[in-house]
């Protein structure tokens, strides 16, 4: 059998675990045909198909599975190898995964998750797609419902709400017009409400929720937001109520066998309290408006 490089491995990681060639193309930095090739050429070195392709996406098949597993694994034992050098040689690393708006709220009060005394750097990972830690991709996560495996530990820290926003000063101007993640990238719930919901209404689509923000305070249109973003907007007034369906509980996630190390349980701590800081705004309580 060829000798396959490491780096195909890791590609083929990305699109296992963020569900397609746009998820991967948005972590790798490579297109979506570029991936779509590497794909091809990684089944046909090992003679396995690796995956079933659809419009909606790439889901493994039993090989695909079984290497998933086999490369989790592998990237375990190398992470342990890395905690055991880093010991000694160097400052350790706290991987962080979350989505578009929390990694928002962290990166405005960065220095209340990493000070200047710290002996550890953070990465930053954010996406909608659900955090994995199974194979410590992850050293913390954040979830939307109270994971299920044994092998995490967990945190609650609140409750978030959603509701529409449109910039102030803009509630006459004629038909409601609104803004959506297109529907490849809308996998959290709140993405795909406009869809389900005002679909012939929707007026512009981008591929990131964090231009649906950009786009409301121009006076595109109404976009739905969690309301710690909407409501911390000055320039953002809510054009209806709180959509009751899409509120939801959050939690902070980590290893079991990891949650111990002190950089870790330093980060845990300090995203605790500055989320529970917050818990007013996320639950759409409005603490600090007029």
């Not at 880093?86 to 405005?108: F, K, Q």
């Amino acid at each position: 059998m060829k000798n396959i490089a490491w780096d195909s491995y890791q590609l083929f990681l990305q699109v296992a675990r963020l569900g397609g060639l746009t998820g991967a193309a948005s972590a790798s930095g490579l297109s979506p045909a570029t991936i779509g090739r590497r794909m091809l050429v990684l089944e046909e070195d090992l003679g396995r198909p690796l995956f079933h392709r659809s419009q909606t996406g790439y889901t493994l098949t039993g090989d695909g599975k079984v290497l998933l597993d086999h490369l989790g694994e592998l990237e375990s034992a190398s992470r342990k190898v890395d905690i055991w050098r880093r010991g000694t040689a160097s400052d350790a690393l706290v991987r962080i995964a979350v989505g578009t708006w929390i990694g928002w709220l962290l990166a405005e009060n960065f220095p209340a998750i990493r000070q200047e005394r710290d002996a550890f750097r953070i990465d930053l990972f954010i996406g909608e797609q659900r955090a994995s830690l199974a194979h410590r991709e992850s050293d913390i996560g954040m979830r939307a419902f109270e994971p299920d495996e044994l092998n995490l530990a967990t945190s609650l820290v609140g409750e978030v709400a959603y509701a529409p926003f449109r910039a102030r000063n803009t509630g006459d101007a004629g038909p409601e017009r609104w803004l959506a993640v297109d529907r490849d990238n809308a996998i959290s719930a709140y993405l795909r409400w406009p869809h389900e919901q005002v679909a012939d209404r929707i007026v512009a689509t981008v591929n990131r929720p964090r231009s649906l923000r950009d786009l409301a305070l121009a006076g595109a249109g109404i976009a739905v937001l969690p309301c710690f973003v909407g409501d911390l907007e000055p320039r953002l007034q809510r054009a209806g109520g709180e959509i009751v369906d899409l509120r939801h509980r959050q939690w902070i996630v980590m290893n079991n066998d990891d949650r111990h190390r002190p950089e870790i349980r330093t980060v845990v701590d300090r995203m605790t309290k500055l989320l529970r800081s917050h818990s007013e705004l996320f639950a759409g309580h409005r603490a600090n408006r007029a």
